[in-house]
């Protein structure tokens, strides 16, 4: 792969990049590089586009430019990177693989939606590389964990040399490439809460096993309480609109129901209205729609079946 050239900043500790960050207003951040390094080819041996072919046209977002300023380096932060369980939620740091999320144990107990979207993204060496903070960044509508991550409520923890904040992470990723992230910040870790007795699943409609970008995602999670009903739920779509859509008539058609076969495929139906798929090479906008109600349908059935299995989630480390 030819690159240009290109300054690499390797910081020691959090701070230290946070001080580069605010240094070098042109710096971006290096994680597992695995859609950086793609982006920073010339333009002129470039194949794909930096989003998903249509939507460029339609948005008018085009290819990444090359880097005007350097590199920071984020890996070597230890900090940045692995799972911890606290009392309600997990906390997820910014530079785990996406290999480590696929073959968590304690993800594919309580958040498995999440697990199952890491292991659907690409091939081994890929998920071995990349990261959940990159691929949240990316901010792709059809990225595999963040699809998850939308239908799981999860909130993104931002650091910058004088203060944090936190956002969630559909006011975060606001089109194709493009995110609410300030000038000298950086995404330190994601929390995903947990609850008794809750189910989640993904599922991933693609020509390819591997290595392919989703015509339809489905993240589904749904929380019960002791008589069975619907207390709260998430549905978020991908690949059907410039970012991942969290479903409000779905959620709102769920709650306080007893989650049986006739209000799931009302709630599939939901879904289907709140999509905004468009034609593209990979798939038609009406063959997505039908998509998006099949996989919902069976997603919430896969969460449903969980949550009803589930017991309540402890302590963990």
């Known amino acids: 792969m030819v690159l240009p050239s290109f300054q690499v900043l390797i910081p ?17 951040l290096l994680a597992g590089g695995t859609d950086l390094l793609v982006d920073l080819r010339p333009a002129v041996i470039r194949s794909a586009p930096f989003v998903p072919q249509g939507y460029a046209d339609e948005w008018g977002i085009g290819y990444q430019q090359e880097p005007s300023g350097p590199l920071v380096s984020l890996h070597g932060l230890e900090q940045l990177r692995g799972l911890r369980s606290l009392t309600s939620h997990v906390r997820a740091g910014a530079t785990t693989t996406v290999a480590e ?26 998920r071995n590389r990349g990261t959940y903070g990159g691929n949240i960044c990316n901010a792709r509508p059809a990225a595999d964990t963040l699809v998850p991550t939308v239908a799981l409520g999860g909130t993104l923890h931002l650091a910058h040399k ?27 870790h994601i929390q995903l809460p947990f609850f008794p007795r809750q189910g989640s699943a ?61 209000a799931i495929r009302a709630a599939s139906l939901a879904a289907r209205r709140e999509a905004a798929p468009i ?9 997505r729609l039908e998509m998006v109600q099949l996989l919902t349908r069976r997603a919430l059935t896969r969460a449903v079946e969980r949550a009803r299995s589930a017991a309540a989630p402890g302590e963990q480390s």
Not at 114 to 126: D, H, I
Not at 206 to 215: F, H, P, V
Request: glycine residues 10%.
């Open 101 to 126: 999320l696929a073959s968590s144990p304690l993800l594919r107990k309580h958040l498995t939606a999440l697990a199952e979207g890491a292991a659907a993204l690409g091939t081994p060496l890929v």
């Open 202 to 262: 993904y599922l991933k409609l693609g020509t390819r096993k591997a290595l392919e970008i989703a015509q339809v995602g489905v993240a589904a999670s749904v929380v019960l309480d002791q008589a069975g009903r619907v207390v709260h739920s998430g549905v978020a779509l991908g690949a059907v609109g410039p970012t991942p859509i969290l479903c409000h008539g779905t959620a709102e058609s769920l709650h306080g129901h007893v989650p049986d076969q006739a």
């Open 162 to 188: 004088n203060s944090t904040r936190k956002v969630s992470v559909v006011d975060f990723v606001l089109g194709p490439g493009r995110i609410a992230l300030r000038a000298g910040e950086l995404l330190t």
């Open 279 to 287: 034609s593209d090479h990979r798939a038609s906008r009406e063959y």
């Open 12 to 28: 020691s500790s959090l701070q230290e990049a946070l001080d580069m960050l605010d240094g070098h207003p042109d710096a971006r």
